[in-house]
T-cell receptor, first 114, second 112 residues
């Protein structure tokens, strides 16, 4: 089991460029999440999904779009990157049932927007 | 909304015991998580409390008091590899999806 994987690991964008971050999980989890982590701010939820074909906004959704076409994949898109989107992006997944519903995190994507 | 507070930094000595506190104010509560995050790595799950009391797991224990909106993570027999950030997170009751709200993390430095 690879768990949660993210591609790419690093990326540098110019302001206004677009990109898509890919998250994949092989644990058959229903729920998936995208977070950003900035110094002094902690992990903040961008968007999440409770199942294939569904998405919902989190705490900081502006400037991002997501899609969950397949259960195992959750894509995060930046249509027009801004320097304020420089951050480390983490994807996570969790089961919809269980004793603790813990979230499993991917290794992160370090994005710099210049 | 939810507000979670934890100290920004702590320093402790190898072999000692350290307690990292977390206080929270939430409109609904459905469990509290502790995660460990080493620099440049992903957070990894440590513990989960949904009822009052102490949960022990090896060198790590976590305590919850729902009436006080308070939790702590206790690390015993500290090792250098325990130097990391420790994240407290609360699970919301409403909205579905097992969403978590994270505190800003406590950076623990273990010294010789």
């Amino acid at each position: 089991n690879a768990g949660v994987t993210q591609t790419p690991k690093f990326r540098v964008l110019k302001t206004g460029q677009s990109m898509t971050l890919l998250c994949a999980q092989d644990m058959n989890h229903e729920y998936m999440y995208w977070y950003r982590q900035d110094p002094g701010m902690g992990l903040r939820l961008i968007h999440y999904s409770v199942g294939e074909g569904t998405t919902a906004k989190g705490e900081v959704p502006d400037g991002y779009n997501v899609s969950r076409l397949k259960k195992q994949n959750f894509l995060l898109g930046l249509e027009s990157a801004a320097p304020s989107q420089t951050s480390v992006y983490f994807c996570a997944s969790s089961p919809s049932q269980g004793s603790s519903y813990e979230q499993y995190f991917g290794p992160g994507t370090r994005l710099t927007v210049t | 909304g939810q507000n979670i507070d934890q100290p920004t930094e702590m320093t402790a000595t190898e072999g000692a015991i350290v307690q990292i506190n977390c206080t929270y104010q939430t409109s609904g509560f459905n469990g509290l998580f502790w995660y460990q995050q080493h620099a440049g790595e992903a957070p990894t799950f440590l513990s989960y409390n949904v009822l009052d009391g102490l949960e022990e797991k090896g060198r790590f224990s976590s305590f919850l008091s729902r009436s006080k909106g308070y939790s702590y993570l206790l690390l015993k027999e500290l090792q250098m590899k325990d130097s990391a950030s420790y994240l407290c997170a609360v699970k919301a009751v409403t909205g579905g999806g097992n969403k978590l709200t994270f505190g800003t993390g406590t950076q623990l430095k273990v010294e010789l």
